[in-house]
């Protein structure tokens, strides 16, 4: 079974300060892909970033970057010189390959409320 | 860019009637899901389609929920007596392969 922990429920930082929302996650299979998504107030799910198991590279995207470890299971995602726009609802995600070929359900975490505050 | 497209963005409806919300998958996708977020908890899953059929569906998703696939591109969640805990935002999405395309969501209110 796939399971997603956030364990951070609410972040409060100042605008400027890096910011890193923890992910760790549990699985049975050797094929799954992660994700992370962004929820503005607005509600809409925005899609940041996936990964495949099969990729450990870091990746940097503008002010964003993940750290997947396969070691520790995490897909940590770091915010670099966070700003006001920055404050949403980060969720992180999983997906597992499965025995039939197709992938499974994506199994979400709690998500991580994230505050910058000007 | 190709997206998963939902209608309506918020409907309002009230306790025990019926309510049909609807999305538009990406064309050549296979999978098929629908989700829920009840205000300020996580994103649940609710129900995956593939092959025209059922192929997975959480607790959650009981005799008073059913989805279609009438024509080919449409893919539509009812919920056939709605409660007030049924209020939520819905969300559906897409997949050919590992990534899954998210529809923008429905809120849904019962009152």
């Known amino acids: 079974a796939q399971k997603v922990t956030q364990a951070q429920t609410e972040i409060s930082v100042v605008e400027k300060e890096d910011v890193t929302l923890d992910c760790v996650y549990e699985?049975?299979?050797?094929?799954?892909?992660l994700f992370w998504y962004k929820q503005p107030p607005s509600g809409e799910l925005v899609f940041l970033i996936r990964?495949?198991?099969?990729?450990?590279q870091n990746e940097i995207s503008g002010r964003y970057s993940w750290n997947f470890q396969k070691s520790t299971s995490s897909f940590n995602f770091t915010i670099t010189a966070s700003q006001v726009v920055d404050s949403a609802v980060y969720f992180c995600?999983?997906?597992?390959?499965?025995?039939?070929?197709?992938?499974?359900?994506?199994?979400f975490g709690t998500g991580t409320k994230l505050q910058v505050i000007p | 860019e190709p997206e998963v497209t939902q209608t309506p963005s918020h409907q309002v409806t009230q306790m025990g009637q019926e309510v049909i919300l609807r999305c538009v998958p990406i064309?050549?996708?296979?999978?098929f899901y629908w989700y829920r977020q009840i205000l300020g908890q996580k994103v649940e899953f609710l129900v995956s389609?593939?092959?025209?059929?059922?192929?997975?569906k959480s607790e959650i998703f009981d005799d008073q929920f059913s989805v279609e696939r009438p024509d080919g591109s449409n893919f539509t969640l009812k919920i056939r007596s709605t409660k007030l805990e049924d209020s939520a935002m819905y969300f559906c999405?897409?997949?050919?392969?590992?990534?899954?395309?998210f529809g923008q969501g429905t809120r849904l209110t019962v009152v």
């Open positions: 995600a999983l997906t597992e390959r499965g025995n039939s070929g197709g992938y499974q359900k994506v199994t």
């Open positions: 389609f593939y092959n025209n059929e059922i192929s997975e």
């Open positions: 990964r495949n198991s099969f990729d450990e």
């Open positions: 699985t049975r299979d050797t094929t799954y892909y």
């Open positions: 064309s050549n996708h296979l999978y």
């Open positions: 999405a897409s997949r050919l392969d590992g990534e899954a395309f």
